[in-house]
DNA sequence: GGTCCCCGCGCG
DNA sequence: AAAGCGCGCGGGGACC
């Protein structure tokens, strides 16, 4: 650790001189990067009282803080001055501010993310400024942190309102672009990016526009089914409360009333030990003999689905549109696994049983709405890793037929070229699947498809029988978790499209087989989006939800896209199964209408 | 009054 | 031998 050179000037541009000393440092320096940060008056720059408070460049001799009301003029000079490459640390929320609010855009090709790279080259570890600045750079730095954090504090300042000028906040602001380089120079040791970050940048590009485009809303259905679940989900609150003095919203006052008023045994417990009252318990209320038990926990099943419709999607894609436009935040390396997550609002889980939620998005003006989903992607990646010969062969067989796999499945195992559709081993089928895609025991798999253990015992062991594969791959990358555990301190696992390294629990090594599986889904699925970039699509791009893409498009494109889609979403070289994808739509209402029953 | 965790439940 | 994976959100309730 060299530490930031002693001699490091840092200052605030708030007069004529200051801000030519700066543009001669810009101009008769020497350098390969730009240290870029920014202050902001909060978190969300699409808030109506969103303002940028500071712009910030820097290197490794010079940190320089520019009041944006004052000095914008001479912020924009510089930016538009250096045409070298700028390196950021969380270039995705600096990005967007300084194009929403200083009207500018920062070369895509020439920005670089110093977080990404991070979590690239250090996976699983923190990876904020601070963090990182502490334990690779100079643990001095965050001196400066302390100070102005008890300063505003102590007078009561937010970020919306602290003076510019105030001395640590100007020194704090200005020594973050030059931090910013440091941690450039430290993680660019090697001068090599991984692959991994080219995918990721990538997606960050094309997923930055997506928010700044933003996904239309019908305000006016919103509001009428917000008002209507309000009225039913306040009147049967009130409604269980005068009548029996119980608050259906409470799982404590819930369990309480089945069970000293009702005299419901409640059998099932949450982790923490307390009586649960979730579905599957309410489920089991409805097989009671008493009829007023299977009455009441009807209601309170039909209250919380309204009460969780109103609540989550209604009001808040009421809260948070400006002009019937969302624009939400995608974190495009959220999960450990390398899925992306959406939050303000989270689009990513709307209710898909029925189309009430979705009938909410609709197209852009005068376009349709279409959507391609990968199909089973997880599936087919696992029957790639497990190199089972039969599984693969019943995957082709399922994709020239235009079956359906699990169906599949069953006329192999069975020996039944007539296995149906309909056949009730193929829910078993499924299950068996899915439990092993996530890890689980058998008696999970026969509690999720709600049969007997014996059951489930059975079909699985059919299965084992049939792809041995499946259980040699599992057993094989438990063996490889447990040699890097000794030989390179932590088990991690690598996906297959790009080896980035995902960390595995210590004692959960059996989620490594999850693990690849979803984190090389979620690169497949990115590799996809900057394919149909590079064909031209992504600015009809809508919403991304983990294999699905929805776009909106004109009217008289949709022969053209569903060409685009099916080639840029399908990847079959190097594939032992291919990972195909359908397309749907268009539809010109809403993306409600791909989830109506007799669709 | 703010913050954090538990619980329940939505999606893939 | 056994182990369901990853997220976000809201209400309730404990705690300060």
Request: glycine fraction near 6%.
């Amino acid at each position: 650790m060299k530490g930031i050179n002693p001699s490091t000037e840092f200052h605030l541009v708030n007069d004529i001189e200051t801000a030519w000393a700066m543009k001669r440092w810009l101009s008769e320096s020497r350098r390969d990067v730009i240290g870029l940060d920014t202050e902001t008056s909060g978190l969300n720059p699409y808030a109506p009282d969103a303002e940028l408070r500071m712009v910030q460049i820097g290197d490794r001799t010079a940190g320089w803080a520019i009041p944006w009301k004052e000095w914008g003029g001479v912020a924009l000079e510089v930016l538009n001055a250096w045409d070298g490459e700028w390196t950021l640390h969380n270039l995705a929320f600096d990005e967007k501010w300084l194009r929403i609010h200083a009207g500018w855009q920062i070369p895509w090709h020439k920005a670089h993310d110093t977080l990404i790279m991070y979590n690239m080259l250090y996976p699983g570890q923190p990876a904020s400024l601070k963090f990182i600045t502490d334990k690779h750079i100079d643990p001095r730095a965050s001196v400066g942190q302390k100070i102005l954090d008890e300063a505003m504090k102590k007078e009561g300042w937010g970020w919306h309102n602290i003076p510019t000028d105030f001395g640590p906040y100007a020194m704090y602001s200005a020594l973050d672009p030059v931090l910013a380089v440091h941690i450039w120079d430290f993680l660019r040791a090697d001068k090599k990016f991984p692959k991994s970050y080219d995918l990721e940048m990538s997606t960050l590009r094309i997923c930055s526009g997506m928010e700044d485009r933003g996904i239309n809303i019908d305000v006016d259905y919103c509001e009428q089914q917000r008002d209507k679940l309000n009225e039913y989900v306040e009147k049967s609150k009130k409604w269980a409360k005068d009548e029996y003095g119980v608050n259906i919203g409470s799982t404590q006052s819930l369990a309480a009333f089945y069970q000293n008023t009702l005299n419901a045994h409640i059998e099932k417990r949450t982790p923490g030990g307390a009586p649960s009252m979730d579905k599957e318990s309410l489920d089991n209320m409805l097989l009671s003999d008493d009829p007023s038990v299977v009455e009441f926990t009807k209601f309170v099943l039909n209250v919380r689905k309204a009460d969780k419709i109103r609540g989550s999607y209604f009001e808040n894609f009421l809260r948070d549109h400006t002009n019937g436009l969302l624009h939400p935040s995608i974190k495009t390396m959220r999960a450990v696994t390398g899925r992306m997550s959406i939050t303000d609002p989270a689009l990513q889980t709307l209710h898909s049983n029925d189309s009430i939620v979705r009938n909410a998005v609709v197209p852009r003006e005068g376009q349709v709405i279409m959507s391609s989903d990968l199909d089973q992607v997880e599936f087919r990646v696992f029957a790639h890793l497990s190199d089972d010969e039969a599984l693969i062969e019943t995957f082709k067989k399922a994709d020239d037929t235009g079956s359906d796999a699990f169906t599949e499945i069953g006329a192999q195992v069975y020996q039944e070229p007539n296995f149906q559709k309909s056949d009730p081993r193929r829910k078993l089928i499924k299950s068996t699947i899915y439990g092993k895609l996530y890890g689980s025991g058998i008696a999970k798999m026969a509690q999720t498809a709600g049969v007997p253990f014996e059951d489930m015992k059975k079909v699985s062991d059919d299965l084992n029988a049939a792809y041995p594969g499946m259980n040699r791959y599992a057993k094989e990358v438990e063996q490889i978790l447990s040699n890097r555990m000794a030989v390179e301190k932590y088990p991690y696992i690598e996906t297959v499209v790009t080896g980035r390294r995902v960390p595995v629990e210590e004692d959960r090594l059996y989620s490594g087989v999850n693990y690849t599986i979803q984190s090389s889904a979620a690169e497949i699925f990115k590799s996809n989006l900057v394919k149909l970039d590079a064909a031209g699509l992504s600015d009809n791009f809508v919403v991304p939800v983990h294999d699905e893409i929805i776009v909106s498009i004109d009217p008289g494109d949709v022969e053209e896209v569903k060409q685009i889609l099916r080639e840029n979403m399908t990847t079959s070289e190097g594939w032992a199964v291919p990972l195909s994808a359908d397309v749907e739509g268009p539809f010109a209402r809403s993306w409600g209408e791909k989830y109506e029953k007799n669709h």
